[in-house]
């Protein structure tokens, strides 16, 4: 998984407006304002989101891995959405 694919992933969820996603409102909201906004520390926030996907070695959905990541506190989006 990369940035980019994330991004993609996130991006395509957002434009069929989270239709059948089995994610929480809160994850949902979550990725698309990291999808749609420019904030300091996003690359860092990818980047982890990236690590915790590839290190999973699952079968679980990349977004729904995300979401179990979104459970930790001190991401930098959250200082950005304030």
Do not use: C, H
């Not at 990236?50 to 459970?71: G, S, Y």
């Amino acid at each position: 998984m990369t940035q980019e694919k994330l991004l993609e992933i996130i991006r395509e969820m957002i434009e069929e407006n989270w239709a059948d996603s089995d994610l929480d409102a809160r994850t949902e909201k979550v990725l698309t304002f990291i999808a749609e906004n420019e904030y300091e520390g996003k690359d860092e926030d990818l980047e982890l989101f990236i690590d915790r996907i590839n290190a999973a070695q699952t079968e679980t959905p990349a977004l729904f891995v995300v979401q179990d990541a979104l459970k930790n506190k001190g991401w930098n989006f959250e200082k950005a959405m304030m």
